[in-house]
């Protein structure tokens, strides 16, 4: 049971940050039916999130040793890239006062920071493990 709960918490952020992006820590609302840049940005990490999310469940139901430390590799490298979609690969708003700024990017980078240090946890339990086994 141990071993799954790293397993769990990186499913858990992948999720918070899929779900969350779209909801309690979304970008600026859209004004009249146009999207401020901030919108592509939450789209971006959104669709990243999904994926993370994907990845952490094949990694909770995988048994092999090999393969969760490899998953959890591209976990933590995916997770670290997130943190550089908004604001630095898809601009924010001008306004340094909007949610974009406040909310958004400050959440983005905690929750992908969190998942990245978790998923680098992981892989390397996981490769001492593997190299125990042998």
Same mark, same amino acid.
């Given at each position: 049971?141990?071993?799954?709960?790293?397993?769990?918490?990186?499913?858990?952020?992948?999720?918070?940050?899929?779900?969350?992006?779209?909801?309690?820590?979304?970008?600026?609302?859209?004004?009249?039916?146009r999207?401020?840049?901030?919108?592509?940005?939450q789209? *971006? /990490?959104?669709?990243?999130?999904?994926? #993370? $999310?994907?990845? &952490?469940?094949?990694?909770?139901? =995988?048994?092999? @040793?090999?393969?969760?430390?490899?998953?959890?590799?591209?976990?933590?490298?995916?997770?670290?890239a997130?943190?550089?979609?908004?604001?630095?690969?898809?601009?924010?708003?001008?306004?340094?006062?909007?949610?974009?700024?406040?909310?958004?990017?400050? *959440? /983005?980078t905690?929750?992908?920071?969190? #998942? $990245?240090?978790? &998923?680098?946890?992981?892989?390397? =339990?996981?490769? @001492?493990?593997?190299?125990?086994?042998?």
């Open positions: 049971m141990k071993e799954k709960i790293w397993d769990i918490t990186g499913l858990v952020l992948s999720l918070l940050l899929a779900v969350g992006s779209l909801t309690f820590f979304r970008a600026c609302d859209s004004e009249e039916g999207h401020m840049a901030c919108h592509w940005a789209n *971006a /990490v959104t669709l990243i999130g999904i994926v #993370l $999310a994907v990845q &952490s469940l094949a990694k909770l139901l =995988t048994r092999h @040793k090999g393969v969760k430390a490899g998953l959890a590799i591209g976990i933590a490298t995916l997770a670290a997130v943190i550089f979609i908004p604001g630095t690969a898809i601009n924010l708003c001008m306004m340094k006062t909007m949610r974009c700024h406040t909310v958004f990017r400050p *959440a /983005v905690v929750v992908s920071s969190l #998942l $990245a240090a978790v &998923s680098v946890i992981d892989a390397v =339990t996981n490769l @001492k493990r593997l190299g125990k086994e042998k």
